[in-house]
């Protein structure tokens, strides 16, 4: 708008005012430039409207510039994106000359006819009232056919862009104010299609009434016939919705084990027929663990055919043999510990005369110790033998001690070893009797019972390795086409066990996925005519029958275990024309489909839903309508 201004400014004219106003609900600012129509030359004028629009494509310039060299995702390459979008457009809109903006006063400049809008537009409506009521015909103008071409195209654009937006208006508001949103839409509508259809009738109905009798009689016999043809008039219900192609088989192969896949043997667009190779798994440690439990089985065997038998008699009798050495060995110990024990009473009487011989040498030494002193006070015997006696005490009285220690301890140590010994030697006749005795007895049953559930259960364990070992090999279970792009590009990828490895369909027979809106979808059954027409083959229609419809609404696939995608795409065409729950899946067999069709291309398709009277069609919609929005 400053540069509308400034150009006006540039060759002479004056600007009064700026402001801000609202159009189609949406807000907008302005310069009045009107003195531009007193500039006398036309490339000046069409300049002084043309500046905005220019304005805006060197501020688009620069945005593009800087949104390109900007690091995507920074705050200047996102400002940069936003005034590159918003120029953008404003050009666009700006150069419209179906709207009055700067395109619609260029025009309006180039061809030289002020007021070209308000002026198409009378003479619109004056050919619309001679055509519906009869009034008189317009006055030809030089221009008449471009301004009958500019007013119609002008009036449909802006009756088009009006729905536009107060439908996106009801959109918005319905969800958060319900009936009232509605009430104000249609309020807003009604005051809307009153002044854009203002000058249809400027009072030529009445006119027609009293004066065109015969145009009043064409009028009056439309009218009447109408509730006839609505009521007896019949045409074929359709409903329509996209589709996408796939396949009416479809075989996902998955891996059964975990491990890396070794060979590929097909490719993408490959043929496959049932039973063939497709692919080869390798789990390393497969091979050993089943050698492992071979040989555990063999190992299994041999103690449970050794169970059933029980022991050999050269077992017994050596156990025999060894329980009357053990008995001997007993019989032995109890003879030492006899003698033993007769040693042990020799040893204690020694010991009790040594210590009595040595109480009475105590008693002498002691006695010659006092008399020692006695003569040692009076001066008859020197010191030196003094101490000779007290010496002999002494050591008369560490023999006695040593005495009495040696006693003690021989009474405290006894007969232990030896009955130590007995023990030991009972006990091992006790072991080897009660083995004599399970080897009499044999195997028991519990234990016969074991070693063969055992054996089970290693047998179990080398059939599943070996069950394994053959699902390593992945064969197709139908005849058809490999689809998974780059498949021997995966060769040594680790897969987990119920990872996809590649999908094989049957691409001589399709599938069409409709999506309905559920508003439709009560009129469908089973068996009804469809007519398709793919996007790839736009001049061919296709045909085909209903075959089932989905029972719920699709909901989106979440990914599989490993965070990726899962390969088959079952329900990813619900996934996406889906994501408003009005949706429901019709599926249709498609019959005789040309061979240019693949899985997953796309297009629009009809249902046809038998023909019904037209007023019964309207009523039904406008019931559906009225009992949806207004009847909670």
Same mark, same amino acid.
């Given at each position: ?6 150009t ?5 004219g ?5 402001g ?38 060197l ?35 700006n ?18 006819i ?5 002026r ?9 009232r ?12 030089p221009r ?16 088009f862009?009006?729905?536009?937006m ?9 969800p ?6 509605i ?8 005051m ?45 219900q ?7 192609? *796939?396949?009416?088989? &479809? $075989?996902? /192969? +998955?891996?059964?084990?975990? =491990?890396?896949l070794? !060979? @590929? ?8 027929s ?9 789990v ?12 555990e *089985?063999?190992?299994? &065997? $041999?103690? /449970? +055919?050794?169970?059933?038998? =029980?022991?050999?008699? !050269? @077992? ?9 050495r053990?008995?001997a ?23 009790d005369?040594?210590i ?6 105590l ?23 003094y ?28 007969t ?39 054996l ?5 364990e ?10 390593l ?13 780059r498949?021997?590009e ?10 996809p ?6 691409l ?5 996925e409709?999506a ?44 599989n ?28 067999r498609?019959g005789g ?21 037209i ?18």
């Amino acid at each position: 708008e400053f540069a509308h201004g400034l150009t006006c400014k540039h060759h002479g004219g004056e600007v009064h005012e700026v402001g801000f106003l609202l159009m189609y609900f949406m807000p907008c600012l302005y310069c009045n430039v009107s003195d531009a129509w007193l500039i006398p030359e036309k490339s000046k004028r069409i300049w002084v409207t043309l500046a905005g629009g220019y304005c805006d494509f060197l501020m688009w310039s620069l945005a593009t510039f800087a949104w390109r060299l900007t690091l995507p995702g920074t705050l200047p390459n996102l400002l940069a994106w936003m005034v590159l979008s918003v120029t953008g457009a404003r050009i666009f809109f700006n150069f419209n000359p179906l709207l009055k903006l700067d395109g619609y006063y260029i025009l309006s400049d180039l061809v030289e006819i002020p007021n070209l809008r308000r002026r198409s537009f009378q003479l619109v409506m004056g050919h619309v009232r001679w055509l519906l009521w009869g009034a008189a015909r317009p006055t030809p103008e030089p221009r008449g056919r471009f301004l009958l071409g500019f007013g119609m195209t002008s009036w449909l654009y802006s009756l088009f862009f009006l729905c536009l937006m107060l439908a996106g208006m009801g959109r918005l508001l319905n969800p958060r104010l319900g009936p009232i949103a509605i009430g104000f839409t249609l309020f807003m509508s009604m005051m809307s299609v009153r002044y854009r259809f203002r000058g249809i009738f400027a009072g030529e109905v009445t006119k027609m009434i009293r004066m065109r009798r015969k145009r009043t009689a064409v009028w009056a016999l439309g009218l009447g016939t109408l509730p006839i043809v609505l009521t007896l008039g019949r045409v074929e219900q359709r409903v329509g919705g996209s589709f996408q192609l *796939r396949p009416a088989t &479809r $075989a996902a /192969l +998955r891996a059964p084990v975990a =491990g890396f896949l070794k !060979e @590929v043997a097909c490719d993408e667009g490959d043929r496959a027929s049932a039973g063939q190779l497709v692919a080869r798994l390798e789990v390393p440690d497969l091979t050993s663990r089943l050698a492992q439990k071979h040989a555990e *089985r063999r190992e299994a &065997r $041999a103690k /449970l +055919r050794l169970l059933e038998i =029980g022991p050999r008699p !050269e @077992v017994v009798a050596e156990q025999r043999r060894r329980v009357d050495r053990a008995k001997a060995w007993w019989e032995l110990a109890q003879q030492d510990l006899a003698r033993t024990r007769q040693a042990h009473q020799d040893e204690l009487a020694r010991l009790d005369h040594q210590i009595a011989q040595h109480r009475a040498e105590l008693d002498f030494t002691t006695i010659a110790l006092e008399r020692s002193r006695k003569l040692r006070d009076k001066g008859a015997v020197s010191h030196e033998q003094y101490r000779e006696e007290e010496m002999k005490h002494l050591v008369s009285l560490a023999q006695l001690e040593q005495a009495k220690a040696q006693r003690h301890a021989r009474l405290a140590e006894g007969t232990l070893a030896a009955e130590a010994e007995l023990a030991r030697r009972a006990t091992q006749l006790a072991e080897e009797r009660s083995t004599l005795v399970l080897l009499e007895a044999g195997t028991r049953p519990e234990e016969v019972e074991a070693a063969r559930a055992h054996l089970a259960c290693v047998e179990a364990e080398v059939c599943y390795l070996e069950g394994l070992r053959e699902k390593l090999v992945i064969t197709s279970p139908i005849s058809g086409v490999v689809t998974t792009p780059r498949l021997k590009e995966r060769v040594g990828l680790f897969l987990g066990e119920g990872q996809p490895i590649c999908e094989v369909e049957t691409l001589s027979n399709l599938e069409a996925e409709i999506a309905v809106t559920e508003q439709d979808v009560l009129r469908v059954r089973p068996g009804q005519e469809v007519r398709l027409r793919a996007r790839s083959l736009p001049f061919q229609t296709l045909s085909g029958r209903v075959d089932r419809i989905a029972p719920r609404t699709p909901r989106p696939q979440a990914p599989n275990a490993a965070g990726a995608p899962p390969i088959e795409q079952r329900g990813a065409f619900a996934a996406d024309l889906g994501k408003q729950p009005e949706s429901v899946i019709v599926y249709c067999r498609l019959g005789g489909a040309p061979g240019g069709l693949r899985t997953g291309m796309t297009g629009y398709a009809r249902i046809y839903c038998g023909r019904r009277p037209i007023g019964e069609i309207l009523a039904f919609r406008v019931r559906r309508f009225l009992r949806t929005e207004f009847w909670w």
